[in-house]
């Protein structure tokens, strides 16, 4: 007897064609049998001689219908009409995604199993010898995310089942309220609150806080830098924001939770010394108050305010967060997903977060696709400690070009509950806006200096 074979005498291909066809005496009499339970867990694509679903090509395209570069991984398969799409979007080096992924992630990916989704991802991690650069980390992400697609659509099931199921009923959004003046922000807040939101972020100014500056700024007048770069004075901006939150709360009430993101523009101890003055406005969290550079500054910020800190927008890699998620010196994950890979990763992250009670804030704004939008969804419904989802409401060209969009009710995000990641571009409508290279982050402060967001 081969090793494979039960011992009740019926041969593994016996038993799968007993098992295949449904029957009756089938289902009834052997699936009692412990053995032939084993034989049923054991049906890979391998073990009933069905061919294995190899990837065929490995597809970048590149949109941009609300202006923002957009790129969008196809892997297509060697079952014919099976794909999967995903989230590549490295908005500011869009050009260089689409060449990782067209001259070395093609060759690298075609023959490869779709199922080994954990596999694909380890070796295109390391297959660079150098990793952690966002450009393939944004490539692999593309790929990981559709083979999740893929997976998806495999098993009939929408991807979070696949990651457990739901651990809610949907997923609560924040919106984004911004203006020149405090009233104006607080008059966007009412607008959501009036929506449902139970969550507005506030932004005074370009990029919340860019271009505040009372004068001109001196590198204009001396013609230093260029003439379009951005420009922050950090005095003032520390003096705004907390008029904002005065403002804000005065007319919207004490319900609404209330966000802001400081995009790491002002000095760690200037940030520390601004958050303590917004504590008597309860935010929901305050975003990013320190640049990647600036780490070690957390545990001085942690032990000088109770104010929940969301952090690691900017980071690259898994194990940026693993020591202060440890420690745990903050309270929301921000990822960009395909920043740092795609759902594997991520999904990684956001399970350790579980241990130390730090919560999911992924990055969603217009610079991360459709398709990225849906793969923030699908991991917010499924994880136990998700705290909140940015939001973006898709303009028509864009949901011309991508079909199964996130919509939102009531403050509330819902994915598309078709197999898979539920999302789909549609690449004719996509060519009709072309990439473009114009994506510069050149902020300075009044005397030239660059500022580090
Ligand atoms: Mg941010």
Aim: some cysteine.
């Amino acid at each position: 007897m081969k090793k494979s074979e039960p011992k009740s005498g019926v041969s593994r291909r016996d038993a799968m064609k007993i098992i295949t066809t449904g029957s009756a005496a089938g289902i009834l009499g052997l699936f009692g049998s412990p053995l032939l339970r084993a034989e049923t867990r054991v049906t890979s694509s391998y073990a009933t001689g069905v061919a294995p679903i190899k990837i065929t090509k490995v597809k970048a395209i590149a949109t941009a219908p609300e202006g923002a570069n957009l790129v969008i991984v196809k892997v297509e398969t060697s079952e014919p009409g099976l794909y999967g799409v995903g989230c590549a979007t490295f908005t500011q080096r869009a050009f260089t995604v689409v060449t990782a992924l067209e001259k070395y992630m093609n060759d690298f990916c075609v023959g490869k199993d779709v199922d080994n989704i954990e596999d694909m991802w380890q070796s295109a991690y390391v297959s660079s010898y150098w990793r952690n650069g966002p450009v393939m980390n944004n490539a692999i992400s593309g790929i990981d995310q559709a083979l999740w697609d893929i997976k998806g659509k495999r098993a009939n099931m929408p991807i979070y089942q696949l990651l457990g199921g739901k651990s809610r009923i949907a997923v609560d959004a924040y919106a984004h309220a911004s203006g020149a003046t405090p009233e104006a922000v607080a008059e966007g807040v009412q607008k959501y609150m009036d929506q449902g939101f139970r969550h507005v972020r506030i932004q005074q100014g370009g990029y919340g806080g860019v271009g505040t500056m009372e004068t001109q700024p001196d590198f204009k007048e001396a013609g230093f830098g260029m003439e379009r770069d951005s420009f922050s004075d950090q005095h003032t901006y520390m003096k705004r924001v907390p008029v904002m939150f005065d403002v804000v709360r005065k007319r919207c009430g004490e319900d609404i939770e209330l966000l802001h993101d400081v995009h790491e523009l002002i000095d760690p101890m200037d940030a520390i010394n601004m958050i303590k003055r917004l504590e008597q406005y309860h935010p929901y969290f305050i975003e990013d108050p320190l640049s990647p550079e600036n780490m070690k500054w957390l545990k001085t910020l942690r032990a000088n305010t109770t104010v929940p800190i969301a952090i690691g927008e900017l980071f690259n890699n898994i194990n940026e967060f693993r020591d202060s998620m440890v420690d745990q010196l903050f309270d929301y994950i921000r990822i960009h997903i395909s920043e740092i890979g795609g759902i594997t990763p991520a999904m990684k992250v956001a399970r350790l977060g579980e241990w130390f009670n730090v919560k999911t804030a992924w990055h969603g704004p217009g610079d991360t696709s459709p398709v990225g939008h849906a793969a923030n969804g699908h991991i917010d419904l499924a994880v136990w400690n998700f705290g909140i989802q940015e939001s973006h409401f898709w303009s028509d060209k864009a949901q011309e070009v991508f079909s199964g969009c996130p919509t939102y009710k009531n403050g509330y995000m819902y994915i598309n509950e078709a197999p898979g990641i539920g999302v789909d571009i549609n690449e004719k409508e996509a060519a009709k806006y072309p990439i473009g290279t114009k994506s510069n982050w050149t902020v300075r402060k009044s005397d030239g200096t660059i500022l580090k967001p």
